[in-house]
């Protein structure tokens, strides 16, 4: 809002970081005088629980005398395209603004006076609106209604343009933030692999001379920092309508009404494939070893690697590799694990352990999360949650609470939740990686081959044999499969 006068900025709160939008507790909901306003929300503790989609709208837009809390309209916003599109909650926006216009211009003079601070409040919430969410502007009926609404604001201010150079610089930057997303799109999709070619499948030991993991990077902290690299890299790329798409795309909703758009999910499966791969390649570097002594100091050096992780709080990378080696083939190396000083491979387990819904993980994460706010470096910010298990809890929060409640009225209390947590990862997300970047190491950890699942048993059986009937079975039909295709 640079271009706006002394005045409308003091007046008006700016656009807010994440970080101080949302307390556990959502407190601070400013409760409007409502006059002729919808009046059949429920408040608890000063805080909107429940009420109509029509109500709720209400409580977003700002009046003469009123702007809804940061919390509410972040809230709001997120929840609100489980049950109606973004361009027609702006058709709605704008016909509620048109009528308080409307009764402005047609009030006493006091009241025309006010004109241009309600138009300030409207071109606000737009602002926080096309920042937060640009992609809900991507479709041409949203940009029209944005369209219809800022020309509708403007003419409150024609005199000397304030209104109008504000608004034409939000609409710019939207447009470069759409444009800017639409490019990352293109560019992994250009890039973008089949699902069922997760990199070069081996079927046989590979070469001496092969590159491993060890001849690129020896330092088990320097591999952790350049895990965490690629971890933010990734989570930068998604957005809280992404996130939301946990609860729209699962369910038909609102009478089929609105459902989730599919290539909003695409980053979320991006990631999900990254944790994926990166356990897979932990299993490759550790198979695919001849020796029983390299193995065995592969399989120490990603224990090590996996530490240096968990002390970063990098947790998705520390789960991948646990995973990784926690695989059956890797797993099955009873005569490898035997040399292995496992102690520390306990403590990473223990912290990763299932019993009680990782309650164990989620203590770490809750003192890396404490860590985080009131840390003075970068280094002691980066929280980066095991990923799957933050798409299953909120996927838990949407399951276990309907989302109307029995009288009709959106049950809003089940929204709080889950933009909080939301809001808990955007914050995480916007940290800036304080570790020098190793292109070399990068490299190898992105495009480095993976063994196929098959390729994994085999390489595990010829480095130790099977060992009781059933391994016995497997590793005869897999041979039988390799001569067939020969």
């Given at each position: 809002?640079?271009?706006?006068?002394?005045?409308?900025?003091?007046?008006?709160?700016?656009?807010?970081?994440?970080?101080?939008m949302?307390?556990?507790?959502?407190?601070?909901?400013?409760?409007?005088?409502?006059?002729e306003?919808?009046?059949?929300?429920?408040?608890?503790?000063?805080n909107?629980?429940?009420?109509?989609?029509?109500?709720?709208?209400?409580r977003?837009?700002?009046?003469?005398?009123?702007y809804?809390?940061?919390?509410?309209i972040?809230?709001?916003?997120?929840?609100?395209?489980?049950?109606?599109?973004?361009h027609?909650?702006?058709?709605?926006?704008?016909?509620?603004?048109?009528?308080?216009?409307?009764?402005?211009?047609?009030?006493?003079?006091?009241?025309?006076?006010?004109?241009?601070s309600?138009?300030?409040?409207?071109?606000?919430?737009?602002?926080?609106?096309?920042?937060?969410?640009?992609?809900?502007?991507?479709?041409?009926?949203s940009?029209?209604?944005?369209?219809?609404i800022?020309?509708?604001?403007?003419?409150c201010?024609?005199?000397n343009?304030?209104?109008k150079k504000?608004?034409?610089q939000?609409?710019?930057?939207?447009?470069?933030?759409?444009?800017?997303?639409s490019?990352?799109?293109?560019?992994?999709?250009?890039?973008?692999?089949?699902a069922t070619?997760?990199?070069?499948?081996?079927k046989t030991?590979?070469?001496?001379?092969?590159?491993?993991?060890?001849?690129?990077?020896?330092?088990?902290?320097?591999?952790?920092?350049?895990?965490?690299?690629?971890?933010?890299?990734?989570?930068?790329n998604?957005?809280?309508e992404?996130?939301?798409?946990?609860?729209?795309?699962?369910?038909?909703?609102?009478?089929?009404?609105?459902r989730?758009?599919?290539?909003?999910?695409?980053?979320?499966?991006a990631?999900?494939?990254?944790?994926?791969?990166?356990?897979?390649?932990?299993?490759?570097?550790?198979?695919?070893?001849?020796?029983?002594k390299?193995?065995?100091?592969?399989?120490?050096?990603?224990?090590?690697?996996?530490r240096?992780?968990?002390?970063?709080?990098?947790?998705?990378?520390?789960?991948a590799?646990?995973?990784?080696?926690?695989?059956?083939?890797?797993?099955?190396?009873?005569?490898?694990?035997?040399?292995?000083k496992?102690a520390?491979f306990?403590?990473?387990?223990?912290?990763?352990d299932?019993?009680s819904?990782?309650?164990?993980?989620?203590?770490?994460?809750?003192?890396?999360?404490?860590?985080?706010q009131?840390?003075?470096?970068?280094?002691?910010?980066?929280?980066?949650?095991?990923?799957?298990?933050?798409?299953?809890?909120?996927y838990?929060l949407?399951?276990?609470?309907?989302?109307?409640?029995?009288?009709?009225?959106?049950?809003f209390?089940?929204?709080?939740?889950?933009?909080?947590?939301?809001?808990?990862?955007?914050?995480?997300?916007?940290?800036?990686?304080p570790?020098?970047?190793?292109?070399?190491?990068?490299?190898?950890?992105?495009?480095?081959?993976?063994?196929?699942?098959?390729?994994?048993?085999i390489?595990s059986?010829?480095?130790?044999?099977p060992?009781?009937?059933?391994?016995?079975?497997?590793?005869?039909?897999?041979?039988t499969t390799?001569?067939?295709?020969?």
């Open positions: 809002m640079s271009a706006a006068p002394r005045k409308m900025r003091e007046t008006m709160p700016q656009t807010p970081i994440f970080s101080s949302l307390g556990s507790s959502c407190s601070g909901q400013v409760q409007p005088d409502m006059g306003r919808c009046v059949d929300p429920v408040y608890q503790d000063g909107i629980v429940s009420g109509s989609l029509e109500a709720l709208i209400e977003l837009v700002p009046t003469m005398d009123y809804p809390d940061r919390t509410y972040f809230t709001f916003l997120l929840s609100s395209r489980v049950f109606i599109h973004p027609e909650l702006l058709a709605k926006v704008g016909q509620i603004c048109i009528k308080q216009k409307q009764q402005l211009e047609a009030g006493t003079e006091a009241e025309k006076a006010k004109l241009k309600f138009a300030a409040k409207i071109i606000q919430l737009l602002k926080e609106w096309t920042e937060t969410f640009p992609y809900d502007f991507q479709d041409e009926k940009m029209k209604e944005l369209k219809e800022a020309h509708r604001i403007t003419q201010d024609e005199e343009g304030t209104v504000i608004i034409s939000m609409t710019q930057n939207l447009l470069m933030a759409l444009s800017a997303r490019q990352y799109q293109e560019i992994k999709e250009k890039f973008r692999q089949p070619d997760k990199g070069t499948i081996l030991k590979p070469q001496s001379t092969q590159k491993d993991i060890l001849s690129v990077c020896c330092d088990p902290l320097i591999l952790a920092q350049q895990l965490t690299h690629i971890e933010l890299e990734r989570v930068s998604i957005y809280p992404d996130l939301m798409q946990i609860v729209s795309h699962m369910d038909s909703l609102d009478n089929h009404k609105c989730g758009d599919v290539t909003k999910t695409y980053n979320l499966e990631y999900d494939n990254w944790f994926n791969c990166l356990s897979m390649l932990v299993a490759t570097e550790i198979c695919r070893v001849v020796k029983k390299q193995r065995t100091r592969m399989v120490e050096f990603f224990i090590d690697v996996a240096e992780c968990f002390n970063i709080g990098n947790f998705n990378s520390m789960m590799i646990i995973s990784g080696m926690n695989l059956s083939p890797v797993a099955r190396l009873k005569k490898t694990w035997s040399k292995v496992t520390k306990d403590v990473l387990e223990h912290h990763m299932p019993s819904n990782f309650c164990n993980y989620r203590t770490a994460l809750q003192g890396a999360a404490q860590r985080s009131t840390a003075n470096s970068n280094r002691e910010k980066i929280v980066i949650p095991v990923f799957n298990l933050f798409i299953k809890d909120i838990f949407h399951k276990i609470h309907t989302n109307r409640l029995p009288n009709g009225q959106i049950n209390k089940k929204f709080w939740e889950i933009s909080r947590q939301i809001h808990d990862f955007l914050t995480w997300k916007q940290v800036e990686c570790f020098e970047k190793d292109k070399k190491i990068q490299s190898y950890l992105l495009t480095a081959p993976i063994y196929s699942e098959e390729a994994l048993f390489a059986f010829e480095s130790e044999g060992e009781n009937h059933m391994e016995k079975d497997s590793w005869k039909t897999l041979r390799l001569l067939n295709r020969a």
